[in-house]
């Protein structure tokens, strides 16, 4: 099970010189140089493409492209804003789903040994098959322009890192950590409750960090293969047979917005769970 | 015996009885290594008593079968009148390793609460104890940090002052200040003996520095290696309560030397500190290979 990366390496306990103080909140100025390079890329996008006189069908201009997102905000047959609207919530549905099955899955084969036997393999393998191959194959169970279709594709793609980061996460404690707990007489629940969960939370936060781009991509993926037209998918693939590009750049740059938002939330949240990991990471 | 602490003589009879002690690791049906063989001791309620021998001559096995986080082969283990499987289920134990395995999410304090948590204590209880026993191992100002804002040996002091917590009636504390530097180690020996005499706790204290050893004991349990055996018992005679000029004294340099020489006679190699050298590993990787033992 390789994945996803560990959230943090453990970090070596050897001895250390003195008090460390509480880091981990970046300044502005952190950010400063990667903004100067995206707003330098964007300015140069807009002069190259002017300068080379490029056709709009083969890059339109950012500015050509905001355009196009404001002229088909809300209304026409490119409507972007309820596009946007209807795949986030086919994509959060599927997240839920998926988050909610990998996390059951991740406790039970952690709990029970025989479920161990039997879910990780058949889970390991299933994540071996290309899973967005199975889109028609789910617009044809679920129906073509039923949401859920998209948000089963979506909560596929978001279960496998969600179960592995869990999995892991429960079981990679300190063996040491665990006889501890056993000198105290805790009972396994307890050393479920105080041991491995708060162990498993960064790993959690890391897999909801991949799985909201994932939920993301399986539902605009999904919507690539037929259904409700108002939808990020959809719009991307008509506007793009119809030749309006910009307008498919506005639904991409839309989607890609509606990702960022949604990795934000997670770390976010992160930071209010797990205030003290964001300082271990600082340290590391 | 020797020196008992003040609260020694509260009941009578060993708090730890071992009893005809072997233990054989084994692999499948194969017994890979013969650890210990036919151990027997006696620890006295308020007793120091430090077990030192080379590397993998089976210390810490010892320490966790008292603990009943192992089982042995053959033979008792009595801890309190009860058995270790008991003692433990009753939190008789308080546990030392050489890592402090404190956990990174809870603070200083709150580690210090976690035994009090398992324990069911009320929360009023739990925080005012656990700022007594940080206020014990001078810790007072770091209560609200996380354990990797802490330096080695405040880590560590942290994971004595959680083992101390819910007033264990045994210490049992395997090398935990191996992973210090010299000087830190130094303070933290007087620490403990600190601790020790106000608590009138008993402590089983496994180490591989003979001075540490001698400094802190009231016995020295001198193993030879593999198959772990008790060899020698040193008493340790110094008078209480030791301190820097304990370590200068002639006596000291004599039990020092009594110790290392029982150790050499158990086969053990020495390095100039008086630390146990790291003794036979390359066999234990034999005996493992050839599963020869047994
Ligand atoms: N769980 C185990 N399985 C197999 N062999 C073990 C195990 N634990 C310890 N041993 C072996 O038992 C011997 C004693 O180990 P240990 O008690 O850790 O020694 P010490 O603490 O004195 O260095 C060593 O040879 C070691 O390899
Ligand atoms: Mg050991």
Redesign the interface.
């Known amino acids: 099970m390789t994945t996803i990366g560990p959230a943090i390496a453990p970090?070596s306990?050897?001895?250390?010189?003195?008090?460390?103080?509480?880091r981990g909140t970046r300044s502005l100025a952190w950010y400063l140089p990667a903004a100067i390079v995206f707003v330098g890329g964007i300015v140069l996008w807009e002069v190259v493409v002017g300068a080379l006189n490029l056709q709009a069908f083969v890059l339109p201009k950012p500015t050509a492209i905001l355009a196009a997102l404001q002229a088909n905000w809300a209304e026409g047959r490119f409507a972007l804003l309820p596009s946007a609207t209807a795949t986030l919530q086919e994509a959060l549905t599927g997240l839920v789903i998926g988050t909610t099955v990998g996390l059951l899955v991740a406790f039970a084969s952690v709990r029970w040994v025989t479920a161990r036997g039997i879910l990780l393999p058949l889970a390991v393998a299933a994540n071996a098959v290309p899973i967005i191959a199975f889109a028609p194959l789910l617009n044809n169970w679920f129906g073509l322009v039923n949401p859920l279709s998209k948000a089963l594709m979506a909560a596929i793609l978001v279960f496998f890192p969600v179960m592995a980061n869990v999995v892991r996460g429960l079981v990679d404690v300190?063996p040491?950590?665990v006889?501890?707990?056993?000198?105290?007489?805790?009972s396994d629940w307890?050393i479920l409750r105080?041991?491995r969960v708060?162990?498993a939370?960064p790993y959690f936060f890391t897999a909801m960090k991949v799985a909201t781009t994932l939920s993301l991509i399986g539902a605009i993926v999904a919507e690539y293969f037929g259904g409700a037209s108002t939808v990020l998918g959809r719009m991307i693939v008509q506007s793009a047979s119809a030749l309006k590009f910009d307008i498919t750049w506005a639904a991409i740059l839309l989607g890609a917005a509606t990702g960022i938002v949604f990795y934000l939330v997670v770390a976010v949240v992160e930071r209010f769970v797990?205030p003290?990991?964001a300082?271990?990471r600082a340290?590391a | 015996m020797t020196d008992p602490s003040p609260r020694a003589a509260q009941q009578t009879g060993p708090v730890v009885r071992v009893s005809g002690v072997d233990k054989t690791f084994r692999r499948g049906d194969r017994a890979v290594t013969k650890a210990l063989e036919a151990i027997d001791l006696d620890i006295a309620r308020g007793e120091f008593v430090s077990l030192i021998g080379p590397s993998g001559c089976g210390k810490s096995t010892l320490l966790r079968i008292v603990g009943d986080l192992t089982s042995p082969s053959t033979g008792t283990v009595t801890v309190n009148g009860k058995t270790a499987e008991q003692a433990r289920r009753d939190r008789d134990y308080g546990m030392v390793f050489q890592a402090p395995v404190l956990f990174d999410w809870r603070t200083v304090e709150d580690n210090v609460k976690l035994p009090l948590e398992i324990l069911g204590w009320d929360a009023a209880r739990r925080a005012s104890r656990a700022r007594e026993m940080l206020d014990l191992v001078e810790l007072g100002e770091f209560v609200k940090h996380h354990p990797f804002q802490l330096s080695g040996g405040m880590q560590q002091r942290v994971a004595i002052a959680r083992a101390l917590a819910f007033e264990p009636s045994i210490l049992l504390m395997d090398e935990p200040f191996g992973a210090l530097d010299e000087m830190t180690r130094e303070r933290m020996n007087g620490e403990v003996l600190r601790i020790w005499e106000r608590t009138g706790t008993t402590i089983l204290f496994v180490t591989h520095s003979i001075p540490e050893a001698v400094f802190l004991s009231s016995r020295v349990v001198v193993m030879s290696a593999r198959p772990g055996r008790i060899t020698t018992i040193v008493d340790i005679d110094l008078p209480r309560p030791r301190t820097d000029e304990t370590r200068e004294s002639r006596r000291y340099f004599e039990l020092v030397t009594a110790v290392r020489e029982a150790l050499r006679a158990g086969g053990a190699e020495l390095d100039d500190r008086g630390t146990v050298g790291p003794g036979s590993d390359a066999s234990i990787e034999r005996t493992i290979a050839e599963g020869a033992v047994g």
């Open positions: 970090t306990r050897g001895s250390r010189p003195a008090v460390r103080g509480l300190e040491a950590a006889e501890l707990m056993r000198s105290y007489a805790a307890t105080k041991l708060p162990n939370l797990i003290w990991h300082t271990l340290e």
